[in-house]
């Protein structure tokens, strides 16, 4: 079996050439006999530095790369269609900054091997961290409770570079985020079914500059990582989203509507009951038309449905392997 490394790297020239040293380092011994081939593939990811001469030099097998920086989660989306393309059976994404142990690799990929997972999560918080900025720990617990109220998979750490796919869960899943992944694939994997499961990593301090290429800005990531969440959510339970809108407005609505009729049915007129008359009104109509709107995206939902299923058949027969 084919195991393919992928390795988004944004300017990462003092810690990426260590990374893809420790990654050769693995043996199929490590892998229980079962992976005879092991690929190293780096994205570059428009990198300003000499990441893809360390990259050259340290001995990557593919190196892609990007004119400019165009994001984490497309640099991941391009890491995943060339391992499928090189035949990979199994995928693991690793971050470049060398805070993940590589010599974990076995354990991240063993239950794929088992065939007990599709998808594995390296989490850090059922592992041991070395070091992690507290305003950066507090980010990733609240985005992972969103991520599993959102998906309904209890994970620990939505948030995990990390990650091992089978070749089969790689081609459901289909990143639309220009800027992170990580969210999206957990609530893609929970909504088609993929078996997924976590172990427990390491992760190390990051050496170098000290400064992380994705999370600059706390509050600025959670920005942008949140509205992710909630559009895969909105897509995939559109009529919960907006049956629940539709549903507030119909109660404010029906609140105010009741006391304008009690009043009206006290006195005989509406009086000074009128502006509430015309809010209630409102409310109902805005409530009802958010409500039918809810039931169009779930119609649509269905067609996504089957374009999603024709896009992964059209992927099995793009990167057929050759018997």
């Known amino acids: 079996m084919k195991l393919a490394v992928t390795i988004p790297a944004y300017n990462e020239e003092n810690t990426l050439g260590n990374v893809i040293h420790e990654i050769k380092e693995l043996k199929p011994e490590d892998f229980e006999g079962k992976i005879d081939d092991i690929e190293i593939i780096v994205i570059n990811d428009g990198s300003e530095d000499n990441t893809v001469k360390v990259a050259e030099e340290a001995g990557a097998d593919i190196i892609v790369s990007f004119r400019k920086n165009r994001g984490l989660a497309r640099a991941f989306r391009q890491g995943i269609e060339t391992a499928l393309e090189r035949g990979a059976d199994i995928i693991v994404n690793i971050d470049a900054d060398g805070q993940y142990n590589t010599k974990e690799i ?10 007990k997972a599709d ?58 985020a220009d800027y992170t992944y990580v969210q999206e694939t957990i609530i893609q994997a929970s909504h088609y079914g993929l078996k997924i499961v976590e172990v427990p990593v390491e992760f190390r301090k990051r050496r170098g500059d ?26 995939y339970n559109p009529l919960k989203v907006f049956g629940l809108i539709g549903g507030v407005f119909i109660v404010i609505g029906l609140y105010y509507g009741w006391r304008v009729l009690s009043y009206y049915l006290d006195t005989g007129h509406v009086g000074s009951r009128l502006p509430s008359a015309i809010l209630a009104t409102l409310l109902l109509i805005v409530g009802v038309q958010t409500v039918v709107l809810g039931l169009l995206a779930d119609m649509l939902k269905s067609q996504r449905m089957l374009l999603d299923d024709m896009l992964y058949r059209l992927k099995k027969l793009e990167y057929g392997k050759k018997e």
């Open 106 to 115: 076995p354990k991240l990929v063993k239950p794929i091997l088992d065939g």
């Open 119 to 176: 998808i594995v999560l390296g989490s850090r918080f059922k592992g041991w961290i070395e070091y992690m900025p507290l305003q950066k720990k507090i980010g990733n617990k609240i985005a992972t409770w969103v991520t599993r109220i959102a998906s309904g998979f209890p994970t620990s750490d939505a948030q995990t570079g990390f990650r091992a796919f089978s070749r089969d869960a790689a081609m459901k899943l289909h990143v639309l």
């Open 210 to 235: 000290g400064k992380s290429r994705l999370i600059s800005n706390i509050f600025g990531y959670a920005k942008r990582a949140g509205m992710i969440i909630l559009r895969s959510y909105r897509d």
